[in-house]
């Protein structure tokens, strides 16, 4: 086929370089001005404020909790999807998209459900005699780090399905056959040959749990700031759009990071799968 | 423990947590109480009714619906010709431009947000539902772009060659081959460019005018305020709506494939 024309792009390209490449270009010239002048302040104000600090890393390490928890999970319904019968497959795939194709504030708001005083957690442990008491579930980090981990376990799953259908089964046979336990197997030859596809879906899950602005704010509560929210107080509420732009740059910056991190890591995975 | 042991036991725990979260909502929402109390102390349809004069919540619906249209057929106009430009071409500049594309795919919304607000104030545009939607366009055209390089990545050369040595313009290989060929992968892309408009609050946030009120966000801003039950039916149609949806997606455009 002959390959089309480059300049197909071209209308994207410039829709791109217009509202999407300016508008960064400007957000970076914000973040500079100080007063009349341009200077590194407000990035001098960030990175020397322990608050500031805090609220960074404790988005980034929200973000490698649930990437860890979807790890945990979705490899698991991942492997048994492909060794699943035919009519078991398209319940599974149900399962797995419908979370993702419905709304988030639905599924942030079945958390508030589910985590609240008259929830399910808390009605089982009150009729089972656990506790006296409703438990304080909403508000905390490790109802954030859960309501995150369904809401992005299908990113997970989806590039695992694909990575784990390319192995050949004839590799786990073989491995036992020369007398390898399936675990053997399954640390030496599965989990080796699926790097491509746990990078790419943790790359997307972290992503997606770190820049989470309605369930991180929702089940999180007011009293646990983490990256987007505090680049929307500052916009808003407090109107200091320098501000704002310097921690949003400092943001950007940190997720760019991470992206290099695991592409690396990508690039690292499929030369050791493929040899 | 065995191996299959525990990957099954880890996969019924995925499985459950996945599913039973929509399940929750659902039973809720047909509560007889004021509360969201599991399990609810009775069933009737009443939050359902009180849907019918809610008309906020239908105004700030039909709003979203609205941008959500008006996105993906700027999505699918830019994203296509794109993406047929780039899926077969090995060239760097084809590289560079597929990242960028793809880039605020991993970017933070809310960031991009800000800077098309800063953006539209320097040039002195003020906010409206044009500049919602050029930044639901940003946000929403990687996925058609995506899907239909997927689709164009699988075309079979043969059928265009054979098209083109029977004497057949490029245009109409275009039409009559080409596109017929990739238009699952199109409308798998679009389909999920909608949801994702629809769904959009980080980039609504600085880009709606006070007039555009949009469903996710009156819901996230009720969510905060009180615990209103109505929220609880609203999700329910959502989620039945969402399933049919992907239920004739599957159908026509083999979505579960293309989401790979």
């Known amino acids: 086929m002959p390959a089309y024309e480059l300049r197909l792009a071209a209308p994207l390209a410039g829709f791109f370089a217009l509202f999407f490449l300016a508008p960064l270009a400007i957000l970076f010239y914000v973040s500079l001005q100080n007063g009349a002048g341009l200077d590194l302040s407000h990035y001098a104000r960030f990175l020397f404020d322990p608050f500031s600090l805090g609220v960074l890393g404790r988005t980034l390490l929200l973000g490698a909790e649930v990437t860890a928890l979807c790890l945990l999970l979705g490899f698991p319904l991942a492997w048994v999807y492909v060794r699943s019968p035919g009519w078991l497959r398209p319940v599974l795939m149900l399962a797995v998209l419908l979370p993702l194709l ?22 089982a442990l009150l009729s089972l005699g656990f506790t006296d008491t409703p438990l304080r579930l909403l508000y905390t980090e490790g109802g954030v780090a859960v309501a995150l981990a369904q809401v992005q376990i299908p990113l997970m799953v989806l590039p695992l399905i694909t990575a784990l259908s390319r192995i050949d089964t004839n590799l786990d046979d073989a491995s036992l056959a020369l007398g390898a336990g399936a675990w053997r197997g399954f640390w030496r030859i599965t989990l080796p040959l699926s790097l491509p596809g746990i990078v790419a879906g943790g790359l997307l899950t972290y992503a997606a749990a770190i820049t989470a602005f309605i369930t991180q704010s929702l089940v999180g509560g007011g009293q646990m700031l983490f990256m987007p929210m505090y680049i929307y107080q500052q916009a808003t509420a407090l109107q200091n759009w320098p501000f704002a732009a310097a921690i949003s740059i400092v943001f950007l910056a940190a997720v760019l990071a991470v992206v290099s991190v695991f592409n690396a890591l990508g690039r690292l995975s499929r030369t050791h799968a493929d040899a | 423990m065995g191996l299959r042991l525990t990957m099954g036991a880890l996969a019924a725990v995925a499985f459950l947590l996945l599913v039973s979260p929509g399940l929750v909502v659902i039973v809720v929402s047909f509560t007889s109480g004021y509360s969201l109390k599991f399990p609810p102390p009775g069933y009737s349809l009443r939050w359902y009714v009180s849907l019918l004069d809610a008309w906020q919540l239908q105004f700030a619906a039909a709003n979203s619906v609205k941008v959500a249209l008006w996105t993906t057929g700027l999505s699918v106009l830019l994203g296509v010709p794109a993406a047929l430009a780039i899926a077969r071409s090995a060239s760097a500049r084809a590289r560079v431009l597929d990242s960028l594309f793809m880039s605020p795919l991993v970017l933070p ?18 906010v409206s539902p044009l500049t919602l939607v050029i930044g639901h366009v940003v946000v929403c055209v990687p996925f058609v772009v995506r899907t239909t390089i997927a ?10 060659e054979s098209s083109a040595s029977l004497g057949a313009s490029r245009l109409y290989t275009f039409r009559r081959v080409t596109l017929p060929l990739i238009r699952p992968g199109i409308l798998a892309g679009a389909f999920i460019a909608f949801m994702s408009s629809f769904d959009n609050v980080p980039v609504s946030l600085f880009l709606r005018d006070a007039r555009s009120d949009m469903l996710p966000i009156r819901m996230w801003q009720d969510l905060e305020g009180k615990l209103d039950v109505s929220i609880a039916a609203v999700s329910g149609v959502m989620i039945v709506v969402t399933l049919s949806a992907m239920i004739l997606m599957e159908r026509l455009a083999g979505l579960s494939r293309r989401l790979r």
């Open chain 1, 102 to 123: 419905t709304s988030v504030v639905v599924r942030t708001f079945a958390w508030i459900v589910i985590l609240g005083r008259q929830g399910i957690v808390n009605s």
């Open chain 2, 109 to 126: 919304a809310l960031s991009f947000g800000l800077a098309a607000l800063m953006f539209f104030s320097a040039l002195g545009l003020p």
């Open chain 2, 151 to 160: 689709s164009v990545a699988q075309l079979d050369l043969a059928l265009l």
